[in-house]
């Protein structure tokens, strides 16, 4: 059963249902775009978004600190170019903007014409591109996802353009984070896996890509070791390293079961020496028809990035 009016998801009642619990966030006509209306102008303004049935993602993280604003298309489609640039000149008279893009095909292709039209039109626009996701090997880099490490950069690029960075040095962070970010996701049931009973599929993607394999479920600790060997394996870290934890329903998990896979997830850092400077347990980005969970590591290579998660900040979802 799902909570909704009609059998498929609706866009317009869940646009309504935001903007009553978040008068913060003020809604571009005609488009599943918010902005935040504290936004400072004199600022490079954060955009980022993606398809709907990723809640809070990314509309959750609007707000001063996070993202200037966030515009959302169809479930799992991005939004179209157009609409894209339409948010862009509604959020800043500066034309000037930084666009925060996951590494799917549809997603970049949207954000990189928008980038182009605005360009031509004298616009000067950065861009990152977060390729997280490590369940793909890692010689197919151009296959990796954009999954939950996502709203890390959402939160720490927010810190830096808050406090005035410019395009070229948030580009600059932005990318040193995404060389340092790392994520991988298991479902337990989902819309598009044909699962048995207390079956579990890994490497699983926000949209219901396919995983890596499927295994029976045994427990929380044993689901720890499989994706922390998973990371090991892609970071190569070593006793002393410094990370930064996100665990992140990716939908149907209770606050109880996603704070005994963080207990066990950091438990198990611990017994390789790793040190963990930050720790975030929620859902910050699910995915619609999938009940399941996923790690991200970041390797701190900057003190200052941890200052960047602390700082406060006043958005709906982090």
Not at 60 to 86: D, H, K
């Amino acid at each position: 059963m799902r909570l909704t009016n009609t059998h498929d998801i609706s866009l317009e009642n869940t646009i309504q249902g935001i903007k009553l619990a978040y008068p913060s966030l003020k809604q571009v006509s005609g488009i599943f775009g918010f902005i935040d209306r504290n936004f400072n102008d004199e600022h490079i303004p954060l955009i980022s978004g993606g398809g709907a049935g990723h809640d809070p993602a990314h509309w959750g993280f609007v707000g001063p600190g996070m993202l200037s604003a966030s515009i959302t298309g169809e479930l799992f489609e991005p939004p179209t170019p157009e609409e894209i640039i339409t948010v862009t000149k509604k959020t800043t008279t500066l034309k000037k903007a930084f666009y925060i893009v996951k590494n799917f095909p549809k997603d970049v292709a949207a954000f990189t014409q928008a980038k182009v039209t605005l360009e031509d039109k004298g616009w000067q626009i950065g861009m990152v591109i977060v390729r997280d996701d490590v369940s793909v090997d890692s010689s197919f880099e151009k296959r990796r996802r954009g999954v939950a490490g996502t709203v890390l950069i959402h939160k720490i690029l927010g810190y830096y353009a808050q406090k005035g960075a410019n395009i070229d040095t948030l580009e600059m962070i932005g990318q040193h984070l995404t060389e340092n970010l790392k994520t991988i996701g298991v479902a337990f049931s989902g819309d598009n896996f044909n699962l048995k009973d207390n079956e579990i599929y890994y490497g699983i993607g926000i949209h219901g890509e396919p995983g890596y394999r499927k295994e029976e479920f045994k427990s929380s600790e044993l689901l720890a070791r499989e994706l922390i060997a998973k990371l090991r394996l892609n970071f190569q870290w070593y006793k002393g390293d410094t990370f930064v934890v996100l665990i992140n329903s990716l939908g149907g998990t209770t606050p109880i079961e996603n704070l005994i896979f963080n207990n066990d997830v950091c438990s198990l850092l611990a017994l390789d020496n790793i040190n963990i400077a930050f720790d975030k347990v929620g859902t910050f980005l699910s995915s619609y028809g999938i009940n399941g969970i996923s790690l991200s590591l970041l390797k701190v290579e900057d003190a200052d990035w941890l200052h960047a998660l602390q700082a406060p900040v006043n958005v709906p979802a982090w």
